[in-house]
């Protein structure tokens, strides 16, 4: 039973490059989530989808898309990558908006 | 542990001592409250959930409280050990409204155990 899974793991993009993270969840679940975390911090919401079909603004959206492809997808583009923009993503989903989130393991992005 | 600043506040206990996590919450209209146990390298896991109506869950060595008066949760972990050495989150959802679905986290609590 895989859960959620990101891909890539690493990734090193220079400044202004373009990127799309993804993430896929098994569990037929109809909320997904993205976060960034910085180094020492919390977890801060980039976008979510509470069902398929919609997607929402979290507290950082500003330099990102995201796109809920299906019920199982849920992927978030940088379109042109800053410095600022250097941190772990973590992709989540629940079953429903009020039951438990699972994690991905996360992405660790570096823009140079 | 109380959230200070823009980094994460520290709690270190011994082994075997009961632990007491805090967390207040920003959304008066949030009704479904989680905690998280993240380890170094890895993503969050749940530990413990609390919807609105209740004040008071408990699990096995945790129990988390809920002060909807004062927008308050705290999570306390029974006798203590060194696997629960982690960073503790508290998130906190609004399942109704214009903010459907939208999960957010506190800042979080790294907390230590000395063996």
């Known amino acids: 039973n895989a859960g959620v899974t990101q891909t890539p793991k690493f990734q090193v993009l220079k400044t202004g490059q373009s990127m799309t993270l993804q993430c896929a969840q098994d569990?037929?679940?109809?909320?997904m989530y993205w976060y960034r975390q910085d180094p020492g911090m919390g977890l801060r919401l980039i976008y979510y989808?509470?069902?398929?079909?919609?997607?929402d603004k979290g507290e950082v959206p500003n330099g990102y898309n995201v796109s809920r492809l299906n019920k199982r997808e849920f992927s978030l583009r940088l379109e042109s990558a800053a410095p600022s923009q250097t941190s772990v993503y973590f992709c989540?989903?629940?079953?429903?908006?009020?039951?438990?989130?699972?994690f991905g393991q996360g992405t660790r992005l570096t823009v140079v | 542990g109380e959230s200070v600043g823009l980094h994460l506040p520290t709690l270190s206990v011994q082994e075997g001592d009961n632990s007491i996590i805090n967390c207040a919450y920003s959304?008066?209209?949030?009704?479904?409250f989680i905690w998280y146990k993240q380890e170094s390298g890895k993503g969050p896991q749940f530990i413990i959930d609390?919807?609105?109506?209740?004040d008071k869950r408990q699990g096995q060595r945790v129990t988390v409280l809920l002060n909807k008066t004062v927008k308050h949760l705290s999570l306390q972990i029974a006798a203590t050990q060194p696997g629960d050495s982690a960073v503790y989150f508290c998130?906190?959802?609004?399942?109704?409204?214009?903010?459907?679905?939208?999960?957010?986290f506190g800042q979080g609590t790294i907390l230590t155990v000395h063996p």
């Open positions: 998130a906190e959802v609004n399942a109704g409204g214009t903010s459907y679905g939208k999960l957010t």
């Open positions: 989808s509470a069902s398929e079909g919609t997607t």
């Open positions: 569990m037929n679940h109809n909320s």
């Open positions: 959304n008066s209209a949030s009704d479904y």
């Open positions: 989540a989903s629940s079953e429903l908006v009020n039951t438990e989130a699972f």
């Open positions: 609390i919807r609105s109506n209740m």
